[in-house]
């Protein structure tokens, strides 16, 4: 805020003294360049004295009739001189003009020459100021707009990632009325309701895990009891009837039935999808995902040096969730970057049963066989990773969210290349 204000003040204080400058430019180049309408005065006055006007013979013409009559004609065509008056006295002389005026003796007659002082340059200088003044005007409103409605907008935005770092969720960001930050102000509200709403489905889990574990321990105390006692039962013979023995042992083999059926329990709970994964159902071009993936990863590769290839395809209409599958995209290409030997990245495509297959493949292998299905498990990580970070539950998600869209991902693998390719549905067939 204060850096702006500051700059706005060097902007206004360069354009004034610019505005000065011209000005004082001008006006010395007008002092210093020739006078035109002393050129004209002088050129009329030498023509006045060629005709005769002044001299002793031609007094007796020069009278108040015929003054203005012998004048005229040498007023025709000029463009500073305004009026001649003969100084025949001493008030004419010094008679008030809005003109400036000069006197100039022609032959032993005074001459008075009015003439208007270089209207052009007057007018020059004046239009300069006219549009200096009209674009200080325009450039003070565009610095107060972008003030009132940028900068001052976001600077109230400016500390709402701080405080949602800090997990500060209660913040509720204002509508703007212009609008520069609509889209903004929306994805920072749609974080901070995300971010809550995770928060809770936490608290929920750990919640559910805490009861989940007090009912287990519960649950599976009773019947360990019971095994327990059996046991030592056994060990120490106290039971020596064989009926009874095999009473016993059928109490052991129900308990641990009975053990195995939580545990059986906490496994199916352990599997059951995690992720809260919102899909959509919307008709989408093609081209619109694949030029999000182009812009995005073009720059990015080019840094790599990594060979970067998108074959030419046929635009068409698809069916499911378009961000949705730029994400799976995303994560292909981030899986490409990771695991291949960084030479060569393609996106390719091909149709099949009325579903447009695009497929991302990358130079470079390193997963056995036997591995290749179950890079789509949870928490699951190939023996290719090395020192690479990860969670193993990318290639998981991508699987849930196209199945979600009724498309599917696979994988395939040659000596030389890996390819990893997704299936989604097309409208119309």
Same mark, same amino acid.
């Given at each position: 805020?204060?850096?702006? $204000?500051?700059?706005?003040?060097?902007?206004?204080?360069?354009?004034?003294?610019?505005?000065?400058?011209?000005?004082?430019?001008?006006?010395?180049?007008? $002092?210093? !360049?020739?006078?035109?309408?002393?050129? !004209?005065?002088?050129?009329?006055?030498?023509?006045?004295?060629?005709?005769?006007?002044?001299?002793?013979? %031609?007094?007796?013409?020069?009278?108040?009739?015929?003054?203005?009559?012998?004048?005229? /004609?040498?007023?025709?065509?000029?463009?500073?001189?305004?009026?001649?008056? +003969?100084?025949?006295?001493?008030?004419?002389?010094?008679?008030?003009?809005?003109?400036?005026?000069?006197?100039?003796?022609?032959?032993? /007659?005074?001459?008075?020459?009015?003439? !208007?002082?270089?209207?052009?340059?007057?007018?020059?200088?004046?239009?300069?100021?006219?549009?200096?003044?009209?674009?200080?005007?325009?450039?003070?409103?565009?610095?107060?707009?972008?003030?009132?409605?940028?900068?001052? @907008?976001?600077?109230?935005?400016?500390?709402? @990632?701080?405080?949602?770092? =800090?997990?500060?969720?209660?913040?509720?960001?204002?509508?703007?009325?212009?609008?520069?930050? %609509?889209?903004?102000?929306?994805?920072?509200?749609?974080? *901070?309701?995300?971010?809550?709403? *995770?928060?809770?489905?936490?608290?929920?889990?750990?919640?559910? =895990?805490?009861?989940?574990?007090?009912?287990?321990?519960?649950?599976?105390?009773? @019947?360990?009891?019971?095994?327990?006692?059996?046991?030592?039962?056994?060990?120490?013979?106290?039971?020596?009837?064989?009926? *009874?023995?095999?009473?016993? +042992?059928?109490?052991?083999?129900?308990?641990?039935?009975?053990? !195995?059926?939580?545990?059986?329990?906490?496994? &199916?709970?352990?599997?059951?999808?995690?992720?809260?994964?919102?899909?959509?159902?919307?008709?989408?071009?093609?081209?619109?995902?694949?030029?999000?993936?182009?812009?995005?990863?073009?720059?990015?590769?080019?840094?790599?040096?990594?060979?970067?290839?998108?074959?030419?395809?046929?635009?068409?209409?698809? *069916? %499911?969730?378009?961000?949705?599958?730029?994400?799976?995209? /995303?994560?292909?290409?981030?899986?490409?970057?990771?695991?291949?030997?960084?030479?060569?990245?393609?996106? &390719?495509?091909?149709?099949?049963?009325?579903?447009?297959?695009?497929?991302?493949?990358?130079?470079?292998?390193?997963?056995?066989?036997?591995?290749?299905? $179950?890079?789509?498990?949870?928490?699951?990580?190939?023996?290719?990773? =090395?020192?690479?970070?990860?969670?193993?539950?990318?290639?998981?998600?991508?699987?849930?969210?196209?199945?979600?869209?009724?498309?599917?991902?696979?994988?395939? /693998?040659?000596?030389?290349?890996?390819?990893?390719?997704?299936?989604?549905?097309?409208?119309?067939?």
């Amino acid at each position: 805020m204060k850096s702006y $204000k500051r700059l706005t003040c060097i902007i206004l204080v360069v354009f004034v003294c610019l505005w000065v400058a011209a000005n004082f430019l001008l006006a010395q180049k007008n $002092k210093t !360049e020739d006078r035109p309408y002393m050129v !004209e005065i002088a050129r009329v006055a030498t023509q006045m004295e060629e005709d005769g006007l002044g001299d002793s013979t %031609g007094m007796s013409a020069w009278d108040e009739s015929i003054a203005k009559a012998n004048v005229e /004609q040498y007023l025709q065509g000029r463009t500073y001189i305004k009026r001649i008056i +003969l100084c025949n006295t001493e008030e004419v002389l010094t008679a008030a003009s809005p003109y400036n005026y000069c006197v100039r003796k022609i032959g032993e /007659q005074l001459y008075r020459f009015e003439y !208007e002082a270089v209207p052009s340059e007057k007018t020059g200088q004046g239009i300069l100021n006219i549009i200096f003044g009209i674009l200080f005007i325009l450039m003070l409103t565009i610095l107060l707009y972008i003030y009132k409605r940028i900068i001052r @907008p976001f600077a109230s935005l400016e500390d709402i @990632p701080y405080e949602l770092s =800090k997990g500060n969720l209660t913040l509720q960001l204002p509508e703007e009325k212009a609008k520069y930050f %609509g889209k903004f102000i929306w994805g920072t509200n749609m974080l *901070r309701e995300n971010i809550e709403e *995770r928060r809770q489905k936490e608290l929920n889990l750990h919640r559910e =895990k805490k009861l989940l574990l007090l009912s287990l321990t519960h649950d599976i105390k009773t @019947p360990l009891s019971v095994i327990k006692l059996n046991t030592q039962a056994l060990e120490r013979g106290l039971y020596k009837e064989e009926e *009874r023995q095999k009473e016993a +042992l059928s109490a052991i083999r129900g308990k641990v039935d009975e053990i !195995e059926k939580y545990v059986s329990e906490i496994t &199916r709970a352990s599997k059951e999808d995690f992720l809260d994964l919102q899909v959509g159902e919307e008709e989408f071009y093609l081209s619109k995902v694949i030029e999000h993936i182009r812009d995005y990863y073009t720059a990015k590769l080019e840094l790599n040096k990594t060979q970067f290839f998108i074959e030419e395809y046929r635009d068409c209409l698809l *069916r %499911g969730d378009e961000n949705r599958l730029v994400e799976v995209l /995303q994560n292909l290409m981030e899986n490409a970057l990771k695991y291949g030997d960084g030479k060569e990245i393609s996106i &390719r495509f091909s149709e099949e049963e009325g579903c447009r297959l695009i497929t991302v493949e990358n130079s470079g292998t390193g997963l056995a066989k036997d591995e290749l299905m $179950k890079i789509f498990d949870s928490f699951y990580r190939g023996s290719n990773v =090395k020192s690479q970070g990860g969670s193993g539950l990318g290639l998981y998600i991508c699987r849930q969210l196209m199945s979600s869209m009724n498309g599917d991902i696979f994988v395939k /693998q040659s000596d030389t290349h890996f390819q990893m390719t997704v299936v989604v549905r097309m409208c119309g067939v």
